[in-house]
């Protein structure tokens, strides 16, 4: 089993929807959880970050850890066309200094 | 302003003749890696150094070599590059050790042929 598993997509929706992206990790240690934001030949840009369970919002996005069930999400809501991107989720803890990267899911806001 | 810079930005080269890819940070961050991106095959971690004259092995270090001589510099070295090295990479810094916030440059597209 991968340590960090995410559905790469593509997926494809029109401006103004909800979106859901997650990912599902089996590291019962880790206790960080991001979402890096990464536009088409750019390097990745951290978009949220969270060191506990439960949700944490910031604008239109929320990040939501649900560590029972080692299920990470994270929503967009009124999405534009700005956020065609891959959004990449990040994980780690227990004593390790690594960061376990899942492989990003390609989103696509069509207008 | 903040940031990573990585030179050069795109690098085109042959099989064999060793280059180097400098990474630099202005936020006088203890923490430095180097990753490698592929298609399908995500971000991948090839060396990391914790402070000055302090640096290990990440999970796809074959090939490369780095040095960290002073707290802000990060060079990649690949000594004799091989088509399988064609990626891109990304060096990021972070304030502390351990799995903070990554701060990554813009990227390297290197392509061996």
């Known amino acids: 089993q991968k340590e960090v598993e995410q559905d790469p997509g593509p997926l494809s929706v029109p401006e103004g929807a909800i979106v859901s992206l997650n990912c599902t990790y089996s590291?019962?240690?880790?206790?960080?959880f991001m979402w890096y934001r990464q536009y088409s030949r750019k390097g990745p840009e951290l978009l949220m970050y969270t060191y506990s369970s439960g949700n944490k919002e910031d604008g239109r996005f929320t990040a939501q850890v649900d560590k029972s069930s080692k299920y990470i999400s994270l929503f967009i809501r009124d999405s534009q066309p700005s956020d065609s991107a891959t959004y990449l989720c990040a994980m780690g803890g227990g004593g390790s200094e690594k960061l376990v990267f899942g492989k990003g899911t390609k989103l696509t806001v069509n207008p | 302003e903040a940031q990573v810079t990585q030179n050069p930005r795109y690098l085109i080269t042959v099989t064999g003749k060793k280059l180097t890819v400098t990474c630099s940070q202005n936020m006088n961050h203890e923490y430095m890696s180097w990753y490698r991106q592929d298609p399908g095959l995500g971000l991948r971690q090839i060396y990391y150094s914790m402070n000055v004259e302090v640096t290990d092995k990440g999970d796809v270090p074959e090939g490369y070599k780095v040095s960290r001589k002073e707290k802000r510099n990060f060079p990649l070295i690949l000594e004799s590059p091989s088509p399988n090295q064609t990626s891109l990479y990304f060096c990021a810094s972070s304030l502390s050790v351990g799995p903070g916030i990554r701060f990554f440059g813009p990227g390297t597209r290197l392509t061996v042929l």
């Open positions: 590291n019962s240690a880790f206790q960080y």
